[in-house]
């Protein structure tokens, strides 16, 4: 297949017709090429003559008269190709065309005895010669791998891959728009840090040779912008890649996109009811609805998610009472938090401290039955080293983390702003490094001496693009709405 297209392409150039031109002349769009006509035609006028480009999608016909399918990013619209029409030139290409080819056409818009819109060719030539096949036409590019490890194919094949991606650039730009309405400057902080802060996970390291120094890639963006809050930026935000050297699931890929927001004079509640607002109004905008199908079409699994706000909230301690029928608080050491996980089946972390191993249980026995977009709030203080201590009880933090479909979309904070709570808590996950967990919040000597030159009372905001595109688009793995997941290498 491969020859016999190059051979094609051999015998373009023989003719004096470069198969690979540095320009085309093309003036519309196949979709405003479609739209001239229909005014046009609305209008009782002569229909437009017309320059369009795209990829060949369909071939029809044979001898004298052929039919070409083409498209580009805008949409798709036909060729009628008559090859007495067309030249010499025209002809040869005709003659050497292939399924993927790229092809620019002029000629008058009309609509064929069928009703079909399409160009009567006046001129034809190859603008790209493909070497390879397209998928087979009729089923696709359906084997999972391929499509990820080839998302060009995915895109040519699959029209509900090239919505998915569409929606993901949409919804990106309604929360971006949303945001600086909001008052909120974007702005950007390092990828590559010194320290791996503002999470518990491993990082990606690497070597700074100009420097001469190791460089870590960052697991969160939190540490910068709550400097930047230090230095007088009340609310800001990034929208940003996060890179961890952990698993790779359906949910995770150890790069992924967030978007991190910090507000001064806000609490956690204040960052509650800008999530149920930012999500539903971008559902509204992107989707048209609030109202999100999730699960297998047309199975007994399908539900609706209602993105309406308010949404609902529940302490963590009432849903661990709801959901697992206990009180955390009566397994306050992690033997006894070690105990109750193999006394309900859930696999037990190695060498984990007590806030991973209730991590562990939540996930087992809460998350999954938080559908319905839901607040969870008031975490153990052991789970968030730079959250701020509950007014009404310092076992806890002001901490939430918003569920929907059964699992987390969004993480926030009241943020700890007391330098020396902040110092002794590092020092505790310290500890538990020191004891074996490879994934604590590390310190960060630059940041606490930012806090020590005073940050206001401060919201701040984690929220997971990929999974929230996930959850508007109703796709159950992270990488069919990650354009390049990571994947290991083909030997």
Not at 150 to 170: I, K
Not at 325 to 336: C, Q, S, V
């Amino acid at each position: 297949m491969f020859d016999q297209r190059r051979s094609k392409m051999d015998a373009l150039r023989k003719a004096g017709l470069e198969p690979y031109p540095a320009r085309t002349g093309r003036d519309h769009s196949l979709a405003a090429a479609r739209a001239a006509f229909e005014a046009a035609e609305q209008n009782d006028a002569a229909p437009p003559s017309v320059t369009v480009a795209g990829r060949v999608t369909s071939v029809r016909g044979q001898g004298k008269v052929a039919f070409i399918d083409l498209r580009d990013g805008s949409g798709s619209l036909q060729l009628f190709c008559r090859r007495d029409a067309l030249g010499e030139s025209g002809g040869l290409a005709l003659d050497q065309l292939d399924l993927g080819d790229h092809v620019e056409c002029g000629g008058a818009l009309i609509r064929t005895r069928r009703g079909e819109i399409s160009v009567e060719a006046q001129a034809l030539r190859v603008i790209t010669k493909a070497l390879r096949p397209p998928p087979e036409k009729f089923h696709g590019l359906r084997d999972q791998e391929a499509r990820y490890r080839q998302r060009y194919l995915d895109l040519q094949a699959n029209e509900d891959s090239r919505e998915v991606f569409q929606r993901r650039s949409q919804i990106v730009a309604s929360l971006r728009r949303r945001m600086d309405a909001r008052g909120f400057l974007e702005v950007e902080t390092p990828v590559l840090q010194p320290e791996a802060g503002g999470a518990a996970a491993r990082p990606f390291e690497t070597h700074f040779n100009a420097l001469d120094e190791s460089r870590v890639l960052r697991i969160a963006i939190e540490l910068h912008l709550k400097r930047l809050v230090v230095g007088g930026f009340d609310k800001v935000y990034e929208i940003g890649r996060i890179f961890r050297n952990e698993g790779v699931s359906t949910r995770h890929n150890p790069e992924f996109t967030m978007l991190e927001s910090y507000e001064a004079y806000a609490d956690y509640g204040d960052v509650a009811r800008m999530v149920e607002e930012l999500v539903s109004e971008v559902a509204e905008e992107v989707l048209g609805t609030m109202l999100i199908p999730w699960g297998a079409p047309e199975s007994d699994d399908l539900v609706e998610i209602n993105l309406t706000p308010p949404w609902t909230r529940i302490t963590m301690h009432e849903a661990v009472q709801q959901y697992a029928g206990i009180d955390f608080f009566d397994y306050a050491t992690p033997e006894a938090m070690t105990g109750l996980l193999h006394e309900r089946h859930i696999e037990v972390p190695q060498g984990a401290s007590w806030g991973k191993l209730f991590d562990a249980f939540v996930s087992s026995t809460v998350e999954p039955h938080l559908i319905q977009p839901t607040f969870l709030l008031d975490y153990p203080i052991e789970l968030s080293p730079l959250a701020k201590r509950h007014a009404e009880d310092d076992r806890l933090v002001e901490r939430f983390e918003a569920f929907a479909a059964g699992w987390e979309v969004a993480n926030a904070y009241s943020e700890l702003n007391d330098p020396i709570d902040q110092r002794e808590r590092f020092a505790t996950q310290s500890g538990l490094q020191a004891a074996g967990d490879d994934e604590v919040e590390l310190g960060d000597e630059d940041f606490l001496v930012a806090l020590e030159h005073g940050m206001p009372p401060t919201g701040g905001l984690g929220m997971g693009i990929d999974r929230l595109v996930m959850l508007l688009t109703n796709r159950q793995s992270i990488r069919d709405v990650i354009l390049f997941p990571q994947m290991r290498r083909k030997s």
